[in-house]
């Protein structure tokens, strides 16, 4: 197959040498200004206190910790207990890590915009993409899907370049950015699908097939480790009509991925004869790894929106075609005032799509209970000698209370037998033989019956029901805090 040579489908915007480079700035600029809003609003939730809890306990618990859960993450939380480290555990520094790797996704997706498009169009994707609610959400997230973001967006550039002018060099550093990528979270591996596309129609099929077996490779390796510990996703039940939602998880908005998807398709209709390859790589990469997952349910059912984050930066990028197509038919038909006009109305109008979607990515979703204010209640409260109690069987309260009270004399923990260092998020607990004489307990239940102790299981609720009473009740979002006194 002839190789076709690269060529800026926009001569005008790539003829300054600094459009490109300001074309990947602003986005980055932006990304880091829009992401840094609200970074700190959510609480540390239960997937982001599995990262900070891999990322503090000793390495040989950590070693442990593989050996039965999260072994496809092992790469990642070695990153972040290098990171931790040395820039600390709050929630600003176990995020900050995703926003600059998202900021850094923003930038690469005006580039590869620029190189498939021009310029403009590279300029508008990056903006596009740096607005979108479901970026905000990720690059707030103290876990590997931003890394994954900017890894996927990184070897595309690179792929671009390998099969431009192919060399040793230009392959190894794709082969090395892919394998880092599946490295991160081997569910990234569909991207690929569209790499081997773009280089097989650009005649790079057999340079591309060792590169691509290296990127694949510790992937493969990690999804072949982890086969024993299915149970890590075994809470996956995917509905059959989760693909026509995937979308609108993926944007936290229900309304805004059909203007996202008018603009995809129309810029995949108006392109498809002029830029042929550019089109078929983003509609590959935007669609496969979805309908990939989307098919593997039967076998195994990993079909999670967030693990298909890394899809976005090709509907931007098909976004921004369209509307760079639609200013430049405007303004051919109407005057200046009019554009204008129109497209102040446009951007209010997405706009008003978008801002309800940042601000749920900003802040935590109805089902999670607000643990975070039941530790400031304890963290204020707390006298020599408190004890505390999970009512609940989950492993996310007891995590959730020790990481908000960190570095403080935080309560004994009544009923602990056996801490978080056998492999698991989960301790072992006891009855009556380790709640102890504490005069009080600090009892944490999930709201719901007027009788706190209803649901805890009986080796809890009797030794409590037998020796204490209730002294005071600090209710929130979906849990509570009950201070229970001894009995005189």
Known sequence: METLPYVDADPASASPTARPAVAAAVPALLMLVVGSIGVTGRQVWQDELATWW???ISWAEFRELLGHNDVVLAPYYLFMRAWVAVFGDSALALRTQALLAMAAAAAMTAALGGR???????????????????????AQEARPYALVMAGVTGSALLLLRAVERPGPA?????????????????????????????????????????AGAVAA????????????????????????????????ELLFSYLLPLV????????????????PDAV?????????????????????????????????????????????DLHGAAARRWSPGTVRAVGTAGLVLLAALALPGHRDAR???????????????????????????????????????????????????????????????????CGRACLGEAPRIWLVVVAGADDPLAGLPTEKAGPLRDGYTVAETFPARLVRLVLLVRRT
């Open 280 to 324: 078929w790589l983003l509609a590959i990469w935007s669609w496969a790894p979805i309908l990939l997952l989307y098919a593997l349910r039967p076998v195994q059912d990993l079909f999670v929106p967030r693990y298909l984050l890394y899809v976005l930066p090709a509907w931007a990028v098909l976004a921004a075609v369209t509307l760079v």
């Open 363 to 429: 802040a935590d979703p109805a089902w999670q209970p607000d643990l975070r204010a039941l530790a400031g209640v304890v963290a204020a409260r707390q006298q020599p000698g408190d004890a505390i109690v999970f009512g609940g069987s989950s492993w996310n309260e007891r995590l959730s209370l020790r990481y908000h009270l960190r570095g403080a004399a935080a309560p004994r923990d009544a009923f602990l037998a056996l801490p978080e260092s056998r492999g698991t998020y989960a301790a072992a607990e």
């Open 260 to 275: 996202v998807v008018a603009a995809v398709a129309a810029a995949v209709v108006r392109r498809r004869r002029t830029e």
């Open 217 to 248: 490779a510790p992937g493969l390796a990690s999804l072949w480790a982890a086969r024993g510990q299915t149970g890590q996703v075994s809470w996956i039940d995917t509905p059959w009509w989760a693909l026509f939602s995937v979308l609108g």
């Open 54 to 56: 891999a990322s503090t």
């Open 116 to 138: 498939l498009f021009g310029a403009r169009i590279g300029l508008v994707a990056g903006v596009v993409f740096t607005l979108l609610p479901g970026i905000t959400r990720y």
């Open 170 to 210: 230009r392959w190894t550093a794709y082969a090395a950015t892919g394998a880092l990528t599946t490295a991160l979270h081997p569910l990234a591996l569909p991207f690929l699908l569209a790499h081997a596309a773009w280089a097989w129609r650009r005649g790079r099929a057999g340079a591309f097939l060792p």
